[in-house]
């Protein structure tokens, strides 16, 4: 199900796996892109989802900042609401991939988080479906 969606991201719910899917559309200026995360943060308190997919196949680089916030502010809030092991489509542009692996790192050692990185939606589905 569809929750949101304009020429920045898109924001799905898929009940059959109690999951909020977020995907980016391409590089979003950084004001947006927080208020995007803060829907995606709505979400899944709204759904009481325990399962989390950023797909950023299509995204552009991430600024650093941002990279900052997600660590210090958005993981923060998701983790309390059973987020604990995210899941990451990981970009095809080389730029959008160093950002995505530079915030993997970061979660990885400075909250012991380890998020499952796939290739393609379909990918992240299939190994969802798996854990059932």
Excluded: H
């Excluded at 709505?42 to 997600?70: C, H, M, P, R, Y």
């Amino acid at each position: 199900m569809v929750l949101l969606e304009d020429n920045y991201f898109l924001l799905e719910y898929y009940e059959q796996y109690n999951c909020i899917y977020y995907k980016s559309k391409g590089f979003t200026p950084s004001k947006l892109f927080r208020q995007n995360m803060e829907k995606v943060n709505e979400a899944i308190q709204a759904k009481k989802a325990n399962i989390f997919i950023s797909d950023l196949t299509d995204a552009g680089v991430i600024a650093q900042e941002d990279q900052e916030w997600i660590i210090s502010e958005f993981i923060q809030k998701i983790i309390p609401m059973g987020i604990t092991n995210p899941i990451a489509i990981f970009p095809t542009s080389i730029f959008g991939k160093l950002s995505a692996q530079a915030i993997q790192k970061k979660l990885q050692e400075n909250e012991g988080l380890f998020p499952m990185i796939f290739n393609s939606k379909e990918e992240a589905f299939e190994w969802i479906q798996n854990q059932n």
